[in-house]
């Protein structure tokens, strides 16, 4: 078993903010969030990062942004889960998701909402993030075999990265 366990947060792409009479977990992402969502997956596929599991809020935008990564990690959307406590939940109830991931998994991509996923990477990262925009990634490595043992001690290497990021 790997010697690590990497946590990759992304926030929901850009999505409509009024639509109506559509209630605010059904919002669509709009056409800037389905192109970032493209280019930050491309980022990450680059980097070889395609991950072991994806777990995504059920509000439409932050499912549809998982689904951009998977089609462009060439994965089955049918192997994203589906977490109903990662729609308006705090940081505390994505921690108990994350730790209890089986150690099988190396490496856990989660799609979420703001203010939570800012919330949740400042609880690792010793540089605290303002905040993560849209389709916003934050990627963490942590010197541990187990999800329940990932803390700020264990922390061994994290990147922060975004649409709007010039490299």
Request: net charge negative.
């Amino acid at each position: 078993m790997e010697k690590y366990k990497d946590l990759y947060i992304v926030r929901h792409g850009k999505s409509v903010s009024d639509y109506g009479e559509i209630t605010d977990i059904e919002r669509p992402l709009k056409e800037r969030g389905i192109t970032d969502g493209f280019n930050m997956a491309n980022r990450l596929l680059a980097k070889d990062i395609i991950p072991d599991k994806i777990i995504s809020s059920p509000a439409i935008r932050a499912f549809h942004s998982a689904s951009i990564f998977c089609r462009a990690f060439d994965t089955s959307v049918e192997k994203i889960q589906i977490e109903d406590q990662f729609y308006l939940s705090g940081t505390s109830t994505l921690l108990d998701v994350i730790v209890n991931t089986e150690n099988s998994i190396k490496s856990l991509m989660i799609f979420v909402h703001n203010h939570n996923i800012t919330d949740l990477a400042n609880y690792f990262l010793n540089n605290e993030i303002d905040n993560i925009p849209t389709t916003g990634v934050v990627g963490i490595r942590f010197n541990t075999r187990s999800w329940s043992e990932i803390s700020q001690k264990t922390v061994a290497i994290s990147f922060f990265d975004y649409p709007k990021n010039s490299f």
